[in-house]
């Protein structure tokens, strides 16, 4: 049966469909309130889909669907089979680096250690943890409260009452209260366990409530030692929670998720807070295929947070809503106020993430580095294709005289010095931009036109409409309007200027694409500035200096070296200028320029 047919008998309810190839593997794996209705729209003919959509379409030759009771189901079932069968065309979460958690083991009398595996034992896992300082902050808490053991026995009742075991070193410096020998019961060490568990998950006041109220106990019966016992951990406690990130206790327990990402990856950046306190924080990767929609990676991350990470607060702080019901939690897009600095806090967090992953894959894989950078600058600048090769030209003149421009050229989004060019001027007198902007552009692609080298994909001009108006004039005397990319950029403001287009385009001041345009800009300004100092500082020995009878091409240099210009060896000691070129090259030097 062919899929056109095959989906008409799809089922109007919520669940999850597979799209198979022609070798019977899933290539993609999608949810749906209504699977006939949603399956349907990947084969509409003027459907929108992105490039990459309309390919896996193409090879999709098969559809299976599992049926299930609600959205919800859809949506972890489908994060599940991803995990399982982890197709093609599917958004992925990147495990490249593993947070550590907090384990407490399921057995008598438990331990409680970091660990970076999770295993499916019954034990209790906490975190993961983005900082591994943070981390061990809370688990030295926990060991100057609480007597835990951090030994690996089989502390079962009946291997304890074998009477095997001996205490150990941790008992007799009080950091044990000896389970192993029956010193400490089973319920007074569960006790402690569930306390351990309030800290961990953030609920401080909570156990601080319960610790004054045993306290408080305590000193009614005069045991004021155990009572100051209690009481020094309640400082201790207080300390810790002094050092957390107070928000502000109004905002209560919420959980915080924002979303930003690049072409090639999406990043969500969970913020875990507890009575007004930031508890926890961290960002999960996905590798994104079919340029997903934001609300689509926020439902994945909700059904990875709540498999693997513990249960999410009721009420979750987010900048665009899921695009699934979560039926046991509220979303809130919060206008004002401490809950939406803490949305701003999150996304900060996510983009700081994000370009750290961008700098560290710039050095460890520099060809994916310049593959995504390709894609992205292609994306924000509105190309037709991947700006491999790029020029820039800026001009540079001193008072209308000694008129100079520079080429300077990238490759991949780095320098190609080996390509770099300067120009002096030619045709125009005096200080015309525009005019030595058309000059130069047009005498760069008509050489390169006559010797058959490839063209560019995109042409930088420094400056904003009246330079880039110039040089579109030389690309159409030259016919080759349309075949490159051309766009000017405005040093005030950085504003990007496109031909025909009365007002700029702003990009992100953080964004890689305008860094580049940036670099591309300065370097283009320090190769012309230095051509230029060159050039002036030829011309005033060939003026001033190489007119002094006597005095040649080398000696004239070696004077400018040692005093910069002219004007600072009129301002010289005899001495100094006799020291530079010896006393009778000096006596003629000194004469010419009148020094006395």
């Not at 600095?341 to 967090?349: A, D, G, H, K, V």
């Not at 108006?469 to 075949?483: H, T, V, Y």
């Not at 580049?516 to 003026?543: C, M, P, Y």
């Amino acid at each position: 049966m062919e899929i056109l047919e095959k989906i008409k008998l799809l089922p109007k309810k919520p669940g999850v469909y597979q799209f198979k190839d022609s070798t019977d593997k899933i290539i993609y794996i999608g949810k749906a309130k209504n699977l006939r209705n949603r399956v349907s729209s990947y084969f509409l003919k003027n459907g929108g889909h992105t490039g990459r959509t309309r390919v896996m379409v193409k090879r999709a030759v098969d559809v299976a669907f599992i049926v299930v009771e609600t959205e919800l189901d859809a949506l972890l079932l489908e994060n599940n089979l991803i995990k399982q069968y982890q197709p093609r065309y599917n958004v992925m979460l990147k495990d490249d680096k593993t947070y550590p958690w907090i384990c407490i083991k399921s057995e008598p009398f438990p331990r409680i250690f970091a660990t970076r595996t999770k295993i499916a034992d019954g034990s209790l896992y906490f975190g993961p943890y983005a900082s591994v300082k943070t981390m061990r902050t809370v688990l030295d808490l926990l060991r100057q409260l609480y007597s835990i053991r951090t030994c690996n026995l089989d502390l079962r009742p009946t291997q304890i009452a074998k009477g095997k075991y001996k205490v150990c070193l941790e008992y007799h410096i009080g950091n044990c209260l000896g389970p192993c020998e029956g010193f400490q019961t089973q319920a007074h060490y569960d006790q402690q366990i569930e306390e351990i568990k309030d800290i961990i998950k953030g609920h401080i006041n909570q156990v601080v409530r319960l610790l004054q109220q045993r306290m408080q106990e305590l000193s009614e019966r005069l045991d004021f030692e155990l009572a100051q016992n209690v009481k020094e951990k309640i400082e201790i406690i207080q300390r810790y929670q002094s050092k957390s990130t107070i928000v502000n206790a109004s905002v209560g327990s919420v959980d915080v998720l924002t979303v930003t990402s690049d072409l090639q990856h999406a990043y969500v950046n969970y913020l875990k807070v507890i009575d007004g306190a930031i508890v926890r924080g961290h960002t999960l990767t996905y590798r994104t295929q079919l340029e997903e929609e934001a609300s689509t990676i926020l439902d994945l991350a909700l059904a990875e947070l709540s498999g693997d990470h513990g249960s999410l607060a009721r009420e979750i702080l987010v900048e665009i809503r899921p695009e699934s019901e979560f039926p046991d939690h509220v979303f809130s897009i919060p206008q004002r106020g401490d809950k939406k600095q803490l949305i701003e806090l999150s996304l900060r967090n996510a983009k700081y993430y994000m370009l750290d992953r961008q700098r560290q894959t710039k050095f460890s894989d520099p060809e994916a580095h310049a593959d995504r950078l390709m894609e992205q600058m292609k994306k924000d600048l509105r190309l037709s294709e991947n700006p491999v090769h790029i020029e820039c030209f800026d001009n540079s003149n001193f008072h209308g005289t000694n008129a100079v421009a520079a080429c300077v050229v990238f490759k991949n989004g780095k320098p190609s010095k080996k390509d770099y060019r300067h120009f002096n001027i030619k045709t125009v007198e005096g200080s015309d931009d525009f005019a030595s902007m058309r000059e130069v552009v047009h005498r760069r692609y008509k050489r390169l036109l006559e010797e058959g080298e490839s063209l560019p994909q995109l042409i930088v001009i420094d400056g904003g409409k009246g330079q880039l108006s110039a040089a579109l004039e030389s690309l159409d005397l030259l016919g080759i309007r349309g075949q490159i990319a051309i766009v000017g950029i405005a040093k005030k403001l950085e504003e990007i200027y496109y031909p025909g287009d009365t007002l700029p385009l702003y990009i992100d001041k953080r964004s890689e694409t305008l860094r580049t345009l940036q670099q591309l800009r300065d370097e283009a300004h320090r190769f012309g500035i230095t051509h230029h100092r060159n050039k002036r500082s030829k011309a005033a020995v060939q003026t001033e200096l190489t007119q002094i009878p006597g005095i040649g091409q080398k000696l004239a240099e070696k004077l400018l070296r040692e005093f910069q210009s002219v004007a600072r060896m009129r301002k010289a000691q005899p001495a100094e200028i006799e020291a530079a070129v010896g006393k009778s090259k000096a006596g003629v030097v000194l004469e010419w320029l009148k020094i006395e």
